[in-house]
């Protein structure tokens, strides 16, 4: 078979894509795998046991990171892959398609390539990434920022989650703490395919989204301390509220973004109030809030007024304040040159493709600096993504994952004529 002519078994992705929605089922029709839980590990067994089905030479690194590569014409496998990938772990309340389609539908690649016989001229590989949503364990992305040598790997291990378990603990607890050292695989490019989780694809009724970048990305944890006291008997005038301190955060958060426009958003996503009693004046209160740009420098002067609101906050209300940055990432630009094949792939399948930044931080991010990186983007339905409710059509899935290996295929070949 012409090599151009190749397709994608669109069923037996759907399959793949339903059976490992069943690990960590959760009502609603989503999904909870938070990472190196039980159903993380579950979740991983069955996607280790289908790349050795499909003959991949699977490797696990010293941060639970997997790669499955798939033999070059000449059998080799330890020369530089082109790989693609994403991750398996989820928020939750995830739905079945963010992160996992793209390590199933770089799955079924490898599956179409076997059925038909193909010998690349290189090795192609798939991989799923350690913790990237960094619900459990932060910073996000960490599995993949660490793989490629951003972020050291005594401080993934040492990393704590709510309840005090080390990262390394639950690592060895699931059987996943391989051999292979971090920051040793080197692709030759990567290219990863994944839902928008966004509405701009669905509202332009565009098929496709080449990623030209990631915007940057800043999680702050602000701790207010004050007093605890009766919520009835306490004067207004004398109270040290840090309840009220948060919120009052979280307002001016939505209203900094709102001033700034253009690409500025920010979310209070994570409030924990003590004692947490409805008669109770909160004697202290945790917000984290998630601030994005894709421009560095509105992203600075949007950490700087946070944490001045902050300073400000606290002073009025005599309490005393802890900063923690939880993440931080600079706005990360893809390689021009993976875009356009991208964009080109997406023509030569009739599929209308619009040029856009990600809004979400990816595991293709770790990649950028390393290697030819770019995105694939299919239509999120809603927009909706992080919620059960995610929904993705199959004719785009069909399309994205085709659009993928053939993006694939044809850095391969241009990797080879550049040696």
């Not at 016989?117 to 590989?125: Q, R, Y």
């Not at 005594?154 to 603990?169: I, Y």
């Not at 009835?232 to 001016?252: C, H, I, K, Q, W």
């Not at 709102?258 to 409805?278: C, E, F, K, R, S």
Request: aromatic letters at 4%; a negative charge; proline letters at 4%.
């Amino acid at each position: 078979m012409e090599v151009s002519n190749l397709r994608i078994n669109r069923q037996r992705l759907l399959d793949r894509i339903a059976e490992l929605a069943q690990i960590g089922a959760i009502d609603g029709g989503g999904v909870c795998r938070l990472a190196l839980t039980d159903e993380d590990k579950a979740g991983r067994d069955l996607v280790v046991s289908w790349m050795r089905e499909l003959g991949l030479h699977v490797s696990i690194d010293q941060g639970g990171n997997v790669i499955g590569v798939r033999p070059d014409g000449e059998g080799r496998v330890d020369t530089p892959a082109i790989l693609t990938g994403s991750h398996i772990d989820t928020v939750g309340t995830g739905g079945r398609y963010d992160g996992a389609l793209g390590v199933l539908a770089g799955l079924e690649i490898m599956a179409c390539l076997n059925d038909a016989d193909v010998e690349t001229p290189c090795p192609m590989a798939v991989g799923f990434f350690t913790n990237e949503e960094g619900v459990r364990f932060q910073p996000d992305m960490m599995g993949s920022m660490v793989h490629q040598g951003h972020l050291p790997l005594d401080g993934m291990l040492s990393s704590r989650d709510r309840d005090g378990v080390t990262f390394h603990a639950e690592l060895n607890r699931i059987g996943y703490a391989g051999d292979v050292a971090t920051n040793s695989v080197h692709a030759r490019a990567f290219v990863e395919l994944h839902v928008e989780q966004g509405p701009i694809l669905e509202q332009e009724e565009i098929g496709i989204g080449a990623v030209e970048g990631v915007q940057g990305l800043s999680w702050r944890e602000y701790t207010f301390h004050g007093v605890s006291n009766h919520a009835g008997t306490t004067p207004m005038s004398l109270r040290n509220d840090a309840g009220y301190a948060a919120g009052e955060l979280a307002v001016f958060a939505r209203k900094l973004a709102l001033d700034m426009g253009g690409d500025q958003v920010a979310t209070a996503g994570t409030v924990i109030l003590t004692p947490n009693l409805v008669n109770v004046i909160a004697k202290e209160a945790i917000i984290t809030i998630d601030v994005r740009n894709t421009d560095n420098d509105l992203l600075i002067q949007a950490e700087n007024q946070l944490d001045a609101a902050a300073r400000g906050i606290a002073d009025q209300e005599g309490l005393t304040l802890t900063i923690k940055s939880l993440a931080r990432y600079d706005p990360t630009p893809f390689d021009p040159e993976v875009v356009d094949l991208v964009v080109s792939c997406a023509e030569t399948f009739g599929q209308s493709v619009r040029r856009m930044p990600s809004g979400a931080g990816h595991d293709a991010q770790a990649f950028a600096p390393n290697c030819p990186t770019g995105m694939v983007f299919v239509p999120s339905v809603g927009g909706i993504s992080h919620n059960v409710q995610e929904f993705t059509e199959d004719a785009h899935i069909e399309a994205g994952a085709n659009i993928l290996l053939h993006t694939l295929l044809g850095l391969a070949e241009k990797s080879v004529e550049q040696q």
